[in-house]
Structures are given as structure tokens and as C-alpha cells.
């Protein structure tokens, strides 16, 4: 009854630009703290983003100034706006609920080529 289904990944060269959706089906969930997540391979997975009531954001050091979260409460959608994308961003994101984890989603790939 509850998912969360992340798209508008995919392959940008260096410095490129994509903006990753995050949609929330499901009256139980809420989209008021929602974080982005990443996962690289062979590495742990790390909250890059995060946004809580009142609309208060919080970002990584690696992306601080370079990535923006944002959302839309009519649409019960959470957005990922990366800016001068680079490889080490290279990565399958996620989204998740920061208040109680929901079951993690197929996340989408992000690929940043040199």
C-alpha cells in the first residue's frame, strides 16, 4: 500500500545536469521528511540530501552547492535537482522516509562519464 518509486536517472557527461522524481503512493505515507540517498558500488549507502518540516534542507559535504532537494505536496513527490554532475556521483539513488524507513525501492541509476 505504500511506495515509493524513484526515476530520472541515467548517463550525462561530466558537468551535466539530471533531475531525479521521487513519487509516494499511499495515504500512509508523508513526504514532509524525506531524504535522498545514494549507494555507489562497494561503498555504504549515504543520505546525500534532506529535507524536514518547514522545509529546512540539509546536504552532504560532497554535494553541498551542487545538488537541491525539493517537493511537491499536491504531488506527493520529492525531486533531486544535481548540477555539475561529476563521476564520483556515479551512483543508484534512492529515496526514503527519514522518520521511519520504508522497504528501499529499485532506486535509479545515475552514470556520470569523464
Known amino acids: 500500500q505504500v511506495q515509493l518509486v524513484e526515476s530520472g536517472g541515467g548517463l550525462v557527461q561530466a558537468g551535466g545536469s539530471l533531475r531525479l522524481s521521487c513519487a509516494a503512493s499511499?495515504?500512509?505515507?508523508?513526504?514532509?521528511?524525506m531524504g535522498w540517498y545514494r549507494q555507489a558500488p562497494g561503498k555504504q549507502r549515504e543520505l546525500v540530501a534532506g529535507?524536514?518540516?518547514?522545509?529546512?534542507?540539509n546536504y552532504a559535504d560532497s554535494v553541498k552547492g551542487r545538488f537541491t532537494i525539493s517537493r511537491d505536496n499536491a504531488k506527493n513527490t520529492v525531486y533531486l535537482q544535481m548540477n555539475s554532475l561529476k563521476p564520483e556521483d556515479t551512483a543508484v539513488y534512492y529515496c526514503?522516509?527519514?522518520?521511519?524507513?520504508?522497504?528501499w525501492g529499485q532506486g535509479t541509476q545515475v552514470t556520470v562519464s569523464s
Open positions: 529535507i524536514i518540516s518547514g522545509g529546512t534542507t
Open positions: 499511499g495515504s500512509i505515507v508523508s513526504i514532509n521528511a
Open positions: 526514503n522516509s527519514l522518520v521511519f524507513t520504508l522497504s
